[in-house]
């Protein structure tokens, strides 16, 4: 894989000149209505491409070499963000407003560690914190 970054991302000054279009392509996005029973089926699709693309950019993350620019690697994370911000939702409500006890919280949140890297500092946290949390 070749992998190349070069360029000012912006500078001062203007430019002027012919613009070209090198490439155009329409997008067709299908609009159509979900049935209420396909809803939860429409949901897993979702969250399954969602899924795929979380794996496909970890791939392009670890395929990046290591010498590239740290801001590759940020440019990467950047994108998987969003991602990472509803577990890190998800597990706190498990912990805060699931009714479970602490243990039974911090069970679940384990286990979804095990696929969700993100989650392994809030882990560590619950595990190793002395004063405890306030719930």
Avoid at 55 to 65: H, N, Q, W
Avoid at 96 to 108: N, V
């Amino acid at each position: 894989m070749t992998f190349e970054l070069s360029g000012i991302g912006a500078s001062p000054g203007i430019a002027i000149g012919t613009a070209m279009v090198l490439e155009s392509a329409k997008i067709e996005i299908p609009d159509y209505l979900v049935s209420t029973g396909d809803i939860p089926a429409e949901v897993e699709r979702l969250r399954s491409a969602l899924g795929l693309a979380r794996d496909e950019l970890l791939r392009v993350r670890e395929a990046i070499p290591k010498d590239a620019p740290q801001d590759t690697r940020l440019f990467i994370d950047a994108h998987l963000l969003p991602g990472q911000i509803e577990v890190i939702k998800r597990a706190y409500r498990r912990l805060y407003r699931s009714g479970l006890s602490f243990e039974e919280a911090q069970r679940e949140i384990a286990d979804l560690a095990r696929e969700q890297p993100c989650l392994v500092d809030f882990l560590t946290f619950l595990g190793q914190s002395t004063r405890g949390i306030l719930r």
